[in-house]
């Protein structure tokens, strides 16, 4: 989770830092437009070294860090433990 909040604070330009946002909490609610979705998507695809199928290119998988977490989870278990 350290990981994508990184990428979230380089890469989402939120107004608050990751690190005070509740893995639930919305994205977008939080100031995520379109454009720094799709930045967040490819910095996290470079950093994990996944590709992000084309059904989960959609405002809900990028929603929230634990949804982030969850699809990366899903497409490299073991991304997030390293």
């Known amino acids: 989770m350290d990981r994508i909040r990184q990428i979230i604070d380089k890469h989402g330009r939120l107004p608050a830092k990751a690190e005070t946002l509740r893995p639930q ?31 989960m290119l959609n405002r809900r998988s990028f929603s929230t860090i634990e949804q982030i977490a969850a699809c990366i989870n899903e497409l490299s278990p073991k991304a997030l433990a390293s």
């Open 25 to 55: 909490q919305d994205l977008y609610a939080a100031g995520l437009t379109s454009f720094a979705a799709v930045q967040l998507m490819l910095a996290l695809e470079e950093a994990f070294d996944i590709e992000f199928p084309e059904r």
